[in-house]
């Protein structure tokens, strides 16, 4: 289990959790706090809603694995640089100014990094903060934050109260907004590689492809091709910020015990030949000015893959893939005009450094993300599912 950003978070007593957390400090104000020493801060631009999406996560320098993560809105600014996150802010799941996102689980029971929760990855317990306040101010160029939070635990519900927890101190938000959702118009980019189905991993030398963003209220791109004709795959585009969809089933194959494909990011140690499944989501950096779609990362200094997974229908694990699988694969786009419809023409291309075939996948060992340590300084995406 690991921490975000630097992804996914993997008692039932107050005094239980305020042990757990840390150990309290005192902020001066005749109150009990948590009090941390350090706080790091990303924008995330606007989140659709006229607000900025925006994060602060407050640990102490001498161990980060103990801390709190807080997803929240402020007023949308004209640039980054004019950001106002000060106010007294209250919980809500609408985005709107002055609020923070209640803390929820992700589909496989951890916490999600798109909202609000107390962790201690040395210990693997997380509370959801699901009410409360949130205090920022600013005075003299630091910050000054306090949170007199409710929760529940994360795994059996139970309720938690009196999370109070306080930083003082300059932070520098990073700017994470990605640029608008418009960017990206339909764009076109050739690929080759051996992309296959998983009973047969064979397929045509190059292909080509198009990315086309969609049209109603829930924003994503869909991108054809990505491993060969027959397979397309997903990316969200929310809080400013575009990310793999790992969750939306894009084959289904009926051969053997029966087969799904998911668009999956993943670590691998070639070494050792294992295979770490990233089940959270990921971030994909979008270099506007040169028009890259860059799905390149690294995840405990092993390098990320991405490509079209296979999962056992009946037993939910991850057995084999369904395309050739790409390190730090980029997409260098040509915009098409959105009404074309023309297809045949195609540009610019998906590069990589290394890959790796279906046929050769089998010497692999799958395991889960659960098997590897927090990372550090690793981007990951902060997802809210598409409706």
Known sequence: MKKYSKIKIYLTLAVIAMICYACPGNDNSGNDYTVYNTADGSYYGNAGTGTAGFLIDMYNAAD????????????LPSSLANLDVTGTYSVASNGAALTF??????????????G???????????????????NIALSGGKYII?????GKDYKTGAAVSNLKYSFT???????????????????NYTASGTPGSFTSPTG?????????????????????????????????FKNGKIV?????RIVHDDSGP??????????????????????DEYDVAYDKTNKILDFSGTYNSLPVYVGVIAKNRGTGAFEGVFTELYANAKLKLTATLQSSSNNSMRAGGLTYSASISPEEFKDYRIVTESGMAKPKGVSFAKRIIKE
């Open 244 to 248: 793999m969809d790992n969750y939306s």
């Open 258 to 279: 029966g087969y799904d494909g998911y668009f999956q990011a993943i670590a691998i140690n070639n070494s050792t030949k294992t295979v770490y499944i990233i089940s």
């Open 169 to 187: 101190g300059n932070i520098s938000f990073q700017d994470e907004s990605g640029g608008g959702f418009n960017d990206i118009v339909k764009s």
């Open 101 to 114: 996102l209640p803390g929820s689980n992700n589909s496989d029971g951890y916490p999600a990094g798109v």
């Open 146 to 150: 306090t949170t007199d939070f409710t």
């Open 116 to 134: 609000t929760f107390v962790y201690n990855y040395n210990t693997q317990q997380f509370t959801l903060v699901t009410g409360g306040t949130l």
């Open 204 to 236: 045509p030398a190059s292909w080509t492809g198009q990315i086309t963003p969609s049209s109603g209220a829930d924003q994503f791109y869909a991108i054809s091709g990505w491993g060969g004709a027959t397979i397309g795959v997903y990316c969200d």
């Open 64 to 75: 980060d694995n103990v801390g709190i993560w807080i997803f929240s809105f402020a007023k």
